[in-house]
């Protein structure tokens, strides 16, 4: 069965501290993994997109890695803001069909203090 | 910013009343997405349309209709409203034919439904 699991579930750090938020996924075939943040009564805003040949991808602060080969995301959030206090989604394409088939995890969300 | 747009942004409803939920976006876009979000849950896709006079159900067994008339705007719609459809609904666009590996979604704001 596909599936995108996401850890933490929730996170609290203080504002200026770094954080890296983990994505497993069993999704398969894989065709790109996306991280989208989603501030609360918000839809979700693309951060990254990777495909299987990448395996870094920088977005200002945001920083996410891509492991192929262990089925492994992790998106890095540096200095962190209150602004960056939000629901963080890891999404997997598939290339099942040329719908390019999403599956989403449950996020994790963060709460940074000021 | 995404232009893409959801009206209303909340609603209140009584059940068994027929509701529409609206999405436009300006992009240009072939595909549009529905999705159903509880909270602290994963998005699920409930329609998706690639192109006018396209629909197809997604992963998740809904009771709701959509329709494609125009490539700008793909309505939702509830026939009768149950306190089971609570929930947030998201609409999504994107996509350029065969540039799937490219492809973003850009989400509207969403609207919140409660049903009493």
């Known amino acids: 069965k596909n599936q995108v699991e996401q850890s933490p579930q929730s996170l609290i750090i203080l504002e200026g501290k770094n954080c890296t938020l983990q994505c497993n996924y069993t999704v398969s075939p894989f065709s790109n993994l996306r991280w989208y943040k989603q501030d609360t009564g918000r839809g979700p805003v693309s951060l990254t997109i990777?495909?299987?040949?990448?395996n870094t991808k920088s977005n200002g602060r945001y920083t996410a890695t891509l492991d192929a080969d262990t089925k492994q995301s992790s998106l890095h959030i540096t200095a962190s803001q209150l602004s960056d206090s939000a629901s963080y989604i890891c999404?997997?394409?598939?290339?099942?069909?040329?719908?390019?088939?999403?599956?989403f995890g449950r996020g994790t969300q963060l709460t940074v203090w000021p | 910013e995404a232009d893409i747009y959801q009206t209303p942004r909340y609603l209140v409803i009584g059940t068994g009343k027929k509701i529409t939920l609206e999405c436009s976006q300006t992009m240009g876009h072939d595909k549009m997405y529905w999705y159903q979000q509880d909270p602290g849950m994963e998005l699920h896709l409930i329609h998706y349309s690639y192109g006018v006079n396209s629909t197809e159900k997604g992963d998740l067994s809904s009771e709701s209709t959509v329709s494609r008339i125009r490539t700008e705007h793909f309505p939702l719609t509830l026939e009768s409203a149950r306190p089971s459809h609570t929930s947030q609904y998201l609409c999504?666009?994107?996509?350029?034919?065969?540039?799937?590996?490219?492809?973003?979604?850009?989400f509207g704001p969403g609207t919140r439904l409660l049903v009493l």
């Open positions: 990777m495909t299987f040949s990448e």
């Open positions: 999504a666009s994107g996509g350029i034919a065969g540039r799937e590996y490219q492809e973003t979604q850009y």
């Open positions: 999404v997997v394409s598939d290339r099942g069909s040329t719908l390019g088939r999403l599956y």
